[in-house]
């Protein structure tokens, strides 16, 4: 088989986005294929005794193993050159990893030769772009990384509503929204318009005046945060404290007594 861009016979011609989009995921899917179900065959195929060696993603979601295009400038972007020589130089997953990446960057500038060469303006390469960005890339499906989900950050910002539209002497007894930490200084650093949250002060403890630490409280009467080791709160008392009350506002009340 003669190399040549990775093409067997004439490539589609894609015209939109869309058409794009759609070679890109094929030749996407060839390549994974390589990497994963394929991946003994790909390793033997790519001896360090051959000449410099290419992996292709064909259009028709298969791959191929070849040298790379002879004509000058070739017909599309070629691939990284070479990549059976580091075969026996690594660990096979650092191999297939480094491979991974390669065909990650040479399936973008793929796509973005064709957008280049049917004149996409900026919003065609924009939608086109946003196609692919919702793909696990090569890589991460390879390494595993697609499918570790991302940490969930939804309780600091919650905890941030309900903290600004909490009231004192609440009387459900099941809120607990008070007795978690605040969010951290740079995520209340920002409001809306860019500009500094007013409860950035709620950010330092009101015993010690230091910033965040791992578990806090809030007064629910003078809405003031502190370190649970400040005034001795551990997490798991909290969870049967219905209205906590802080030493200073504890002591204002047997004054007034």
């Known amino acids: 088989m003669d190399g040549?861009?990775?093409?067997?016979?004439?490539?589609?011609v894609p015209r939109s986005p869309e058409d794009v989009f759609?070679?890109?995921?094929?030749?996407?899917?060839?390549l994974i294929r390589a990497l994963t179900t394929d991946v003994e065959k790909f390793y033997m195929m790519c001896d360090p005794e051959k000449e410099n060696l290419?992996?292709?993603?064909l259009p028709n979601e298969t791959w191929e193993v070849n040298l790379p295009a002879e004509e000058v400038p070739p017909e599309l972007p070629e691939p990284a050159l070479g990549i059976n020589f580091a075969r026996d130089g690594m660990n096979e997953k650092d191999w297939l990893s480094?491979?991974?990446?390669?065909?990650?960057?040479?399936?973008?500038?793929?796509?973005?030769?064709?957008?280049?060469?049917?004149s996409f303006d900026k919003e065609s390469r924009k939608r086109l772009f946003t196609m692919i960005n919702n793909l696990p890339t090569v890589y991460e499906v390879v390494t595993g990384t697609a499918n570790k989900e991302p940490k969930d950050k939804t309780p600091k910002n919650s905890n941030k509503?309900?903290?600004?539209?909490?009231?004192?002497?609440?009387?459900?007894?099941?809120?607990r929204a008070p007795k978690m930490p605040p969010p951290k200084e740079e995520e209340e650093s920002e409001g809306e318009d860019g500009e500094p949250q007013e409860d950035h002060e709620s950010?330092?403890?009101?015993?010690?005046?230091q910033s965040y630490d791992d578990f806090w409280i809030c007064c629910d009467l003078c809405e003031k945060w502190f370190h649970g080791k400040c005034v001795k709160i551990t997490p798991a008392k909290a969870e049967h404290i219905k209205q906590y009350k802080c030493p200073?506002?504890?002591?204002?009340k047997r004054a007034k007594v």
Do not use: I
């Not at 390669?102 to 957008?115: E, K, T």
């Open 98 to 118: 480094l491979v991974a990446v390669h065909s990650d960057s040479w399936l973008l500038s793929v796509a973005f030769y064709f957008g280049a060469r049917f």
């Open 203 to 209: 950010t330092l403890c009101g015993a010690c005046g």
């Open 248 to 252: 200073s506002c504890t002591g204002s």
């Open 54 to 57: 290419c992996l292709y993603g």
């Open 4 to 12: 040549g861009g990775g093409f067997m016979g004439p490539p589609p």
């Open 22 to 30: 759609r070679d890109f995921r094929a030749r996407r899917a060839g």
């Open 161 to 175: 509503s309900n903290k600004t539209g909490s009231k004192p002497h609440q009387s459900e007894p099941n809120s």
